[in-house]
């Protein structure tokens, strides 16, 4: 599969076309269409030979001319030349948050700074200070001290294509795998694929596998290769018998395994990845699967997500574990956005894709005016917006759509419209876009003042992060939370696999403080729907149950709680 590889060129395009001044919304188009590829539920080199990469979204004409050179010759001209614009070292320097491209340019082309070591040197020794100024010195200083080397840790979205890849590849050699580790856990961010089969002929396969650019160890019970796109992928073959122990140890967590092994040596047992055994005689007690290990240990059955040592050990075995949130309890999508602001497709064709899911309901959460770049609404485009909303509800009952908008928080923590114009809406959401380099305490002001408008019913994406390139804003979250449950609001987790916003930890927080949920897509395209999978992970993780979550309800409690 290819798709991490033209995702990677296109990443790159956008970095180089904004480091050599090129027009900003290029690097943008570039960006989405990286975007768009990594999420692309196919290899993008089928949908070339059938001549379709226009048709992938976000991919235009021009794009799809350069992805088809590229995956024609394997080079792209047009990237050569840019490379050859940019000074050596200015698109590393622009990894740094904080560093623009204009910053990024002067840096390695006046001061000879070429990489993120060099720029990390130079601002320890105050060499660099001159050249950037204190303040900024400071703050470009922690930001690289964040970047570990290394730090190539994979989106979840991104590592569950790569396995349902390597899963159908070995299926149609008739070998059964399966994914452990941190990718079963559905963590955020996975570091590597732990792959488990009981079938010997695994290793070859796997060093067979179109994406394996080598083969770093293979034995008779573990291979490990590295594929083309630099992800490391290790099988181990396990023996029927010890099948579930070994899911156990390589699913972990770490900590998990270490809080099970310590159970059990409290009761004269052993465990590891080969199974649960008497200590003194090496008497099995239990392997074949984990409910059977789970069960001698006196556990109820945990599922996945919940292994991280958070007290899901207590819980299971005082049988109060919480049961899961699943996908398909959702009956509605409260986040997402149409041709009429920066989406991708038009009302129609996203409510009807929505429909498909199953869902009940859905809220078009196009942007408010002051999103100038993402062509944000004014009161009259609203009016029309709600006039073709209306249609399509006659059309499509009982399906409804109902009306609604991301209304920025502007930098003083007001909103767009008055609020005469927001009780026009059925559901109002608030996002903080725009200023979120100010301080802790005014951010926290702002989210505090949306959250407590009367207008407001749901916190977007509250942290507005981007999972590897923009870190949380520093807000005051259990404020917020506060906040949330004492104005009777609610807290979005949205799904979209970049910000996964809320987070685990945070979510179950603000569950246990008593705030309702949403698990929104926040789709920018019919394509994009299926994020709320993503933050329905994210909610199991949470140890969120179906009455956590808002739009796990019907139509009719959604609109009584919402009126
Ligand atoms: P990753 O790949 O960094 O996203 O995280 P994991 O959790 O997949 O970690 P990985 O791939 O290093 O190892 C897979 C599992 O194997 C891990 O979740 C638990 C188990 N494991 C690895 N090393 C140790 C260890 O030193 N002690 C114990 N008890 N378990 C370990
Ligand atoms: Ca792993
Ligand atoms: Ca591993
Ligand atoms: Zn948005």
């Known amino acids: 599969m290819r798709n991490h590889d033209v995702a990677d060129l296109l990443e790159r395009l956008s970095l180089l076309s904004e480091a050599a001044g090129e027009d900003r919304f290029k690097a943008i188009a570039y960006r989405r269409a990286s975007t768009s590829i990594k999420n692309l539920g196919e290899d993008v080199e089928d949908v070339w030979k059938r001549g379709q990469l226009d048709q992938i979204q976000y991919v235009g004409e ?29 698109v590393e320097l622009m990894q740094v948050q904080g560093i623009g491209p204009r910053t990024a340019y002067k840096l390695s082309k006046d001061y000879g700074v070429k990489s993120v070591e060099q720029l990390r040197e130079g601002l320890t020794t105050g060499k660099l200070t001159g050249a950037v100024g204190e303040v900024m010195s400071k703050r470009l200083l922690e930001s690289v001290e964040k970047m570990k080397p290394g730090q190539t840790r994979m989106l979840l979205a991104e590592a569950l294509y790569l396995s349902q890849d390597l899963v159908a590849y ?23 694929i732990d792959l488990l089969t009981s079938n010997p002929k695994a290793s070859k396969l796997l060093a067979d596998y179109p994406g394996t650019d080598r083969v770093i160890e293979s034995g008779t019970t573990k291979t490990s290769v590295m594929l083309k796109n630099g992800v490391q992928v290790d099988t181990r073959i396990i023996k029927k018998e010890d099948y579930g122990a070994a899911l ?23 465990l590891n990845e080969y199974g649960l055994d008497e200590s003194k005689t090496g008497k099995r007690v239990a392997g074949k699967t ?21 007290g899901e050990i207590e819980a299971a075995r005082e049988g109060r574990l919480p049961d899961l949130v699943r996908p398909e309890d959702l009956r509605g999508d409260l986040q997402m956005h ?43 485009r609203f009016r029309r917006q709600w ?52 301080t802790p305490e005014k951010l926290t002001e702002r989210a505090i003042m949306a959250i407590s408008h009367p207008s407001v019913d749901i916190l977007f994406h509250p942290t507005n992060r981007l999972i590897g390139k923009r870190e949380p804003n520093p807000i005051d979250l259990p404020k917020v939370i506060a906040a949330a449950k004492d104005n009777g ?27 309702m949920l949403t698990i929104d897509s926040d789709a920018h395209g019919t394509g994009e729907l299926q994020g709320v999978e993503y933050g329905t992970m994210v909610a199991r993780r949470a140890w969120l149950e179906k009455k956590h979550v808002f739009n796990t309800l019907p139509l009719s409690s959604v609109l009584k709680r919402l009126s």
């Open 290 to 310: 984990e409910k059977e290990i789970y069960a001698k240990l006196g556990l109820s059955y945990i599922e996945p997500e919940l292994r991280e040592a958070r």
């Open 338 to 380: 149409s041709t009429w602001s920066d989406g991708a497709d038009e009302l129609e064709k996203m409510a009807e894709a929505a429909k498909q899911r199953g869902y009940e309901y859905i809220a078009f959460t196009d942007h408010s005016f002051s999103v100038g770049v993402a062509n944000g609404l004014s009161e009259e």
């Open 248 to 270: 156990l140890y390589f699913t972990g967590s770490k900590e998990h395994n270490i809080a099970l092994r310590t159970m059990s040596i409290e009761k004269g047992w052993k």
């Open 170 to 192: 070995f299926g149609s050699k008739g070998v059964v795998v399966e994914s452990a580790g941190s990718l079963r856990r559905r963590k955020e961010t996975v570091g590597d």
């Open 489 to 515: 609001k609610m807290l979005e987790i949205d799904g979209s696999p970049m910000r996964m916003d809320l987070d685990d930890y945070w979510a179950r927080r603000a569950m246990e403080a008593g705030v």
């Open 62 to 90: 021009g794009i799809a001319k350069k992805i088809d050179e590229y995956l024609r010759t394997g080079k792209l001209e047009f990237l050569e030349k840019l490379e050859k614009k940019v000074p050596e070292g200015a």
């Open 387 to 438: 006039k073709a909303i209306d249609e399509l509800n006659e059309r499509m009952k009982p399906f409804r759509i109902l009306k609604s908008v991301e209304a920025e928080v502007r930098s003083d923590g007001t909103l767009d419209y008055p609020k005469s114009f927001f009780e026009n809406f059925d559901v109002v959401g608030a996002s903080i876009h725009q200023a979120f380099r100010h």
